[in-house]
């Protein structure tokens, strides 16, 4: 039988731990959820339920652990080495999948990608849960007290840690939440100036070519004569077979500047069996030390790297960052991304970008999936319940948005007077309230489950077409200056536009462009699983 003061530690340190978590993960609701969405092997449809349900578990056993005795005591102490066995095997599954999300434990102050020190940790507290169990019957934590009184000082001690650690944490999370204001505030500087930021060499790392000889980074690029968008996957990464069949539609958008290029988390016969399609592009490296060179904590991830011997880009971590990095890139007027420097003298960039047409969006007539949304209230319906509980009689135009995106950033001015007017719906991923803070007061709905460029089937935000019963309309566009084109044209059909400077000088720019026509989007993968893109036939 285990002596009762260790066993009454163990418990004390468990219940700390299990207490400050679910604090932390309630104070920041969007961390808790990003600590379940980034393990890819919870179902998307489990993602909602658990992230809500995890933190109220983490505080209801944490408390019943000081506060219970005897049999339930035996039920707590088991449920808390359930919950340990259950996070351990679940950080063991993912790093075998060659996947690192950002742990989030304790909420947005633990961004860490996780590694083997999370499964260290998480088999140290599974000990302590087995000593826990192990120390039945027990009389109870208060009565430990009593049998034991240097337990109060430990336990003053362990309090203090505690409000230590909380208050560590809290001063942690607005300080972070201020430097993302502040880094916001730089990149806005930085686009109004046109210049590149300072960019770091391609590191002096190799990989094995398809021919199986080794090349260096560099050298793969200098040979090509391109600049190299670099997707990192590796065998048995799920979301790596959900980027890797996009790829052939990216190389219609942007093959001719911009070879793609699969680096492999592995050996190169175990990277042939798992992407044998890609055998043409694919490399690998087998201990994942020209990965780690490039930033990749984990796959999916993309890096550009530059003729000019730097890395224009990245890394960007998972689907949505990845896509995000495309629309980027076909939407990026000013910097040549081949080189990774600016162009020579040329007329000023049109505000939001040039208006790129239908050259990125699917066909007219292609029905949408109709996937789950959240409005701001709280409530969830499929989106056509969405948008036809704003009792609009024709189309609407529905754009996907994100707030970090520095495009979406540059038009966000401009499109208040039409999101003021229910003239666009915004289609995100984050939360309602970071839209708001914006100064967009108009619809917006939030996925669950699914990206937002992805149920619209275009490669970036802001992009978007005029829906009516989840059939795309013509008339919308990729970019900001598509979007607001598309804007602009239907308000002043509808008598409604409030011309300012800023959209006057924008036409005129556009209206001495040639916007593109005539070419279509790639057929972009199922958004949920069991649903597939189909297109309406006319």
């Known amino acids: ?66 506060l219970t ?123 109004a100036q046109s210049r590149v930021n300072e960019q770091v060499d391609i590191p002096d790392a190799t990989v094995v070519a398809p021919n199986g000889e ?30 890797v069949p996009m790829i052939p539609g990216w190389r219609q958008e942007i093959g001719q500047q911009i070879e793609i290029t699969l680096v492999s988390w592995s050996g190169r016969d175990e990277a042939l069996d798992s992407y044998p399609e890609s055998a043409q592009h694919l490399y690998a490296s087998p201990d994942g030390s020209a990965l780690r060179a490039l930033g990749v904590g984990g796959t999916p991830a993309a890096v550009i790297l530059g003729l000019n011997g730097k890395v224009a880009a990245g890394p960007a971590h998972g689907i949505e960052a990845i896509t995000e990095l495309l629309g980027a890139l076909i939407q990026a007027i000013t910097v040549n991304a081949v080189t990774g420097r600016l162009h020579g003298p040329q007329e000023t960039r049109a505000l939001g970008g040039a208006d790129t047409g239908d050259a990125h969006l699917p066909p007219e007539g292609t029905v949408l999936p109709d996937v789950m949304v959240r409005a701001e209230d709280g409530s969830e319906s499929t989106l056509t319940q969405a948008l036809r509980s704003l009792n609009v009689s024709d189309s609407v135009p529905v754009v996907a948005w994100r707030d970090t995106c520095p495009y979406c950033g540059e038009i966000a001015p401009d499109l208040q007077q039409f999101s003021q007017r229910s003239e666009v719906v915004l289609l995100v991923n984050e939360p309602i309230a970071s839209v708001r803070a914006q100064g967009l007061s108009g619809p917006v709905f939030q996925t669950i489950g699914a990206d937002a460029s992805r149920v619209l089937m275009v490669p970036g935000t802001p992009g978007g077409m005029p829906l009516k019963d989840m059939v795309t309309q013509p008339g919308g566009g990729v970019g900001g200056g598509s979007v607001l084109r598309m804007l602009i044209d239907r308000a002043r059909e509808a008598g409604t536009y409030i011309a300012t400077p800023r959209l006057e000088h924008m036409e005129h720019q556009m209206a001495a462009q040639p916007v593109p026509v005539g070419a279509r989007a790639p057929q972009l993968l199922p958004v949920v699983d069991g649903e597939s893109n189909g297109t309406h036939s006319h």
């Open 214 to 243: 080794s090349v260096r980074l560099v050298d793969m690029v200098e040979q090509s004569g391109k600049a190299h968008l670099v997707i990192a996957v590796a065998p048995g990464c799920s979301a790596c077979k959900d980027v």
């Open 1 to 66: 039988m285990l002596s009762s003061a260790l066993h009454s530690l163990a418990v004390l340190v468990l219940a700390g731990v299990l207490v400050s978590s679910a604090f932390l993960k309630l104070k920041d609701s969007a961390a808790a959820r990003a600590s379940v969405e980034g393990f890819t092997v919870i179902p998307g449809a489990l993602v909602t339920p658990i992230a809500l349900a995890l933190p109220v578990v983490e505080l209801v056993l944490g408390i019943g652990l000081l």
């Open 69 to 191: 005795s005897a049999s339930p005591f035996v039920v707590v102490s088991s449920a808390v080495l359930v919950l340990m066995v259950a996070f351990t095997v679940l950080v063991l599954l993912t790093l075998s999948r060659g996947e690192a999300p950002a742990c989030h434990c304790f909420g947005a102050v633990s961004s860490q990608p996780i590694s083997k020190f999370t499964v260290a940790r998480n088999l140290a507290l599974t000990g302590l849960a087995i000593v826990a169990v192990l120390g039945n019957p027990y009389s109870g934590f208060i009565s430990a007290f009593a049998e034991n009184p240097w337990l109060w000082r430990a336990f003053v001690v362990a309090l203090a840690a505690a409000v230590g650690l909380l208050a560590w944490a809290l001063v942690s999370l607005s300080g972070a939440r201020d430097q993302v204001t502040s880094l916001r505030g730089e990149l806005e500087v930085l686009k």
